[in-house]
Structures are given as structure tokens and as C-alpha cells.
């Protein structure tokens, strides 16, 4: 049978600036005919729904961000975890992300090994499959098998570091100049950014820190961690154990009882209160690719991947966890000097400034950190996750934030804010009853 487009293995990837810019260039080219066809047929009457546009063109996006890997593809995800902000064929084609997308080629997967260890992997593992089980954005996972163990193997994409370093400077300037930003405001975020993605690609750092967070977690119940391998790791090879279970959609497909995805959700809740007040990091990638989930014992979920780490300086957490007090919102002045640490209002903020900044944020903060301030939390209702992204919805149309020249607000809250909204969407999609306190 013959592979489909998106699932033939690829030979080489656009790494350099130039290269990547001539790729965008060729989408937005693409992109444009499909534009000029769809208008084409309606101005001689014929049938193009804008369904149809909106297909052909997310097909073709999602093919340029799976041949480039990297920054843009890991934006996809994030794009695809945020279910309402994209049209549907654009959310269904970025899902994708999330578990698979286009592989190396078997030549390009055996040059990363002899780069590595000076051998292939044929000569590392017992049994070594070429195929890769998993493609991603950074990197891509190959099933292996070492004296009797089976093993999970990723083989980072190669020049996927200076790839983030040339796609950011490539779309900095546009940005900015869109959005009329001076650079100087925005480079903390930038910073922040970049540096997230560029760990990623740091296989000894991810090593480390999942060697670390899982002997951390050794009390939590119903997790699973896998062991790493440092002697079979190397810059651009990572080894773990292969864990078992199913990635979330997969996993929904078998018709777990309730009992089950409250165990589960429970088991993610737990997990993600510990890092965030005991171990004071948290695993900042929550999307459904990085969790596998098995009925067995109850409901036991496996954690897959420590690249994304956000730490969480003292200070940040002091202000996150009082930001999301029930007190707080119950004291609109211990509110504005909570905001007024965190940098969201300013001491040279006019009085009708102070008050918008305030009572938004107030809003805000009642609807998000609504799972904190109960004993228990029902995700199993929907209308809680569709009313965080119409509060998104409702904020992007006020005109007090369209007019707003410059982000305020600490650059740490960027990938903490992406953490939760991931869990609340993944323990919506469980349909999970958690105990929160």
C-alpha cells in the first residue's frame, strides 16, 4: 500500500534561514492560488464553499510545518491544544502535531547514530525498527530492544537548533512591525520563548530532568516514569524505557469507565500540584502526544517527555498562587498591589487605566483559578473550558487591550499559563471529577 504525502518519510529538512524562508515563501504562494481558484470558481458560479478553502489550505500549512520541524511545527501544537481559536479544518490538521507527523528517513536516522556513537543502531541494540513509531516536532521516537528490555528511542531532527534561533529572527521583525511593537518591550518574552524551545533540543539536559522529576514523583499514586539510558544518550540521541498504554484520543476510543478518567485525571491534577508547590517546576508540554493512559490498576497515566521544563522562581510562584487566592478576589486593593507587582498595573497608570487593568484581571482570575478555590472540580462539563476560551475571545475585543503597545506582565506567567490551559484541556477531554483541595 502507498504511504500517504503526509506520512512519507523525508530525506532532508530546510535548516538554514534561507531555506526555511524560501519554504515559507512557497506555502504563502500556494496558499494564494488556492485563493485566487476559490474566487475563480464563484465568479462563474460554481460551488466553493469557504470549508473547502479553508481545507486546502490548512493541508497545505500543516505540510511546510511538518517539513520544517522545529519552532513553527511546536506552534502548531500549542495552536491545536487550543481547540476554539482555529477554524475547524485548521484544528484538525494541527492535531496532527500531537502525535504524528511526517518521519527522517531511515539514511538520515543512521547518519544521527554514527554522528553519535560511530556505529549504527544495529550495532547499539538487539533489534533496532528504522520505522519510527512517533514523529514529532523536535525529534522522533523508534521502537529498540536491549538485553531483553524494550526501549524508546528519539533521534533528534538535525540543525533543529539553529532552526528555532534562524525562524525566530526570520519572524521577529514581521511581528513586531504588524503589531507596531518596539523590540525592547518585547525581547523579555521573546527571551522566554526561545530559551524554552532551544532546551528542548538539549537531550542531556531532558535526561537529567527526567531522571530528577521522576525520582521526585515516587510517592504520587498512578504515574509511571520511564528510566533513561545515559550510555545509549547522546546530544542528538535520547534512550528510555518503552512505556506502555495509549495516547489520549486512542485511549478515549476504548470507553474507559468514569471510575477510570477520574483515576486518571486525578493521577495528572496531582502531578501538576506537586511540581507546582513542592518541586517548583512544572512539565510545561502538556499536549495529549506526551501522555500515555491505561485502564490497568485503575487508571495509571505514563509521562513521555522532559524537554519543556518551566522553573518557577520563588517569587513567580508567591505571586501565581496569591493572584488565584479566593481572599485575593475578595480585596480589590490586595488585588491591585498583587497586580502591581506582577507588572500588569503601573504606577503611571491613569485612573480609568487602573480600574480596566483591575476589573479584567479580576474576571479573569475568578474563572481561571475556579478548580483551585473548590474542594472538588467537575471537568466532565465542557461549558467551563468553552467559557475560558470566550473570556480569551472577549479580552481580544476590548479596546483598551487592542490599543495596548506593549505586553505587560511577568515573562514566567507566558509558559505557566500554557501549562494550565493544556491540563484543563486535557482533564476536559477525559471528562474527569478531580479532587482539587
Same mark, same amino acid.
Given at each position: +500500500? ?7 518519510p ?42 473547502e ?5 490548512a493541508a ?6 511538518s $517539513? +520544517?520541524?522545529?519552532?513553527v511545527?511546536?506552534?502548531?501544537? +500549542?495552536?491545536? +491544544? ?8 485548521y ?7 500531537q ?19 560511530g556505529?549504527?543502531? #544495529?550495532?547499539? #541494540?538487539d ?14 521516537? !523508534? ?19 539553529? =532552526? ?10 514581521i511581528?513586531?512591525r ?15 520563548v ?6 528542548e ?5 531532558e535526561?537529567?530532568?527526567g ?5 521526585a ?5 498512578h504515574l509511571?516514569?520511564? =528510566?533513561? @539510558?545515559p550510555?545509549?544518550?547522546? =546530544?542528538?540521541?535520547?534512550?528510555m ?5 495509549q495516547?489520549l ?14 483515576q ?24 495529549p ?19 519543556c ?7 513567580? !510562584? ?16 490586595r488585588l ?6 506582577a ?13 480596566? @487593568? ?5 474576571a479573569?482570575? $475568578?474563572?481561571?483559578?475556579?478548580? #483551585?478555590r ?6 466532565g462539563?465542557?461549558? @467551563?473550558?468553552? =467559557? ?5 475571545d ?18 514566567? #506567567?507566558? @509558559?505557566?499559563?500554557r ?19
Amino acid at each position: +500500500m502507498p504511504e500517504s504525502p503526509k506520512n512519507i518519510p523525508l530525506d532532508s529538512l530546510p535548516t538554514t534561514k534561507v531555506a526555511r524562508a524560501a519554504r515559507f515563501a512557497k506555502t504563502g504562494l500556494n496558499v494564494g492560488a488556492n485563493y485566487v481558484k476559490h474566487y475563480a470558481k464563484r465568479a462563474v458560479g460554481a460551488e466553493s464553499p469557504t470549508s473547502e478553502l479553508h481545507e486546502a489550505n490548512a493541508a497545505e500549512l500543516y505540510g511546510a510545518l511538518s $517539513e +520544517m520541524k522545529g519552532s513553527v511545527l511546536k506552534v502548531a501544537q +500549542m495552536l491545536a +491544544m487550543e481547540k476554539n481559536i482555529l477554524p475547524t479544518a485548521y484544528a484538525n490538521q494541527f492535531a496532527q502535531a500531537q502525535y504524528q507527523t511526517p518521519p527522517l528517513s531511515g539514511p538520515l536516522v543512521v547518519k544521527a547514530f554514527r554522528d553519535a556513537f560511530g556505529k549504527s543502531p #544495529f550495532d547499539v #541494540f538487539d533489534s533496532f525498527d528504522l520505522n519510527a513509531r512517533q514523529a514529532a516536532s523536535i525529534g522522533q521516537v !523508534h521502537w529498540a530492544q536491549k538485553d531483553g528490555q524494550e526501549l524508546a528511542v528519539k533521534v533528534q531532527y538535525p540543525g533543529v537548533a539553529d =532552526s528555532i534561533r534562524s525562524d525566530i529572527r526570520l519572524v521577529k521583525p514581521i511581528a513586531l512591525r504588524v503589531l507596531g511593537l518596539e523590540e525592547a518591550t518585547v525581547r523579555p518574552y521573546l527571551q522566554e520563548v526561545e530559551t524554552r524551545l532551544l532546551e528542548e533540543t538539549d537531550y542531556a539536559l531532558e535526561l537529567r530532568r527526567g531522571q530528577q522529576i521522576a525520582a521526585a514523583c515516587t510517592g504520587l499514586a498512578h504515574l509511571q516514569f520511564p =528510566s533513561y @539510558y545515559p550510555g545509549l544518550s547522546g =546530544s542528538r540521541i535520547l534512550t528510555m524505557d518503552w512505556l506502555p498504554g495509549q495516547h489520549l484520543k486512542e485511549f478515549l476510543a476504548t470507553h474507559p469507565s468514569q471510575a477510570v478518567r477520574n483515576q486518571l485525571g486525578q493521577a495528572l491534577w496531582d502531578f501538576y500540584m506537586f511540581q507546582l508547590n513542592t518541586l517548583r517546576q512544572v512539565h510545561a508540554d502538556p499536549h495529549p502526544g506526551n501522555f500515555l493512559l491505561r485502564a490497568e490498576a485503575g487508571g495509571t497515566v505514563g509521562v513521555l517527555d522532559f524537554g519543556c521544563v518551566k522553573e518557577i522562581p520563588a517569587e513567580v !510562584h508567591r505571586l501565581f498562587t496569591a493572584l488565584l487566592a479566593p481572599e485575593t478576589l475578595a480585596d480589590p486593593a490586595r488585588l491591585t498591589a498583587l497586580l502591581t507587582e506582577a507588572g500588569i498595573v503601573r504606577a503611571e497608570d491613569v485612573e480609568a487605566q487602573r480600574s480596566f @487593568y483591575v476589573s479584567t484581571m479580576q474576571a479573569s482570575l $475568578e474563572l481561571v483559578g475556579r478548580p #483551585f478555590r473548590q474542594p472538588s472540580f467537575d471537568f466532565g462539563d465542557p461549558a @467551563y473550558l468553552q =467559557s475560558l476560551y470566550a473570556l480569551g475571545d472577549d479580552l481580544l475585543q476590548q479596546p483598551e487591550l487592542r490599543q495596548q503597545r506593549e505586553p505587560r506582565g511577568s515573562e514566567h #506567567f507566558i @509558559y505557566l499559563n500554557r501549562t494550565y490551559v493544556g491540563l484543563y484541556a486535557l482533564l476536559t477531554e477525559l471528562r474527569a471529577f478531580v479532587q482539587t483541595n
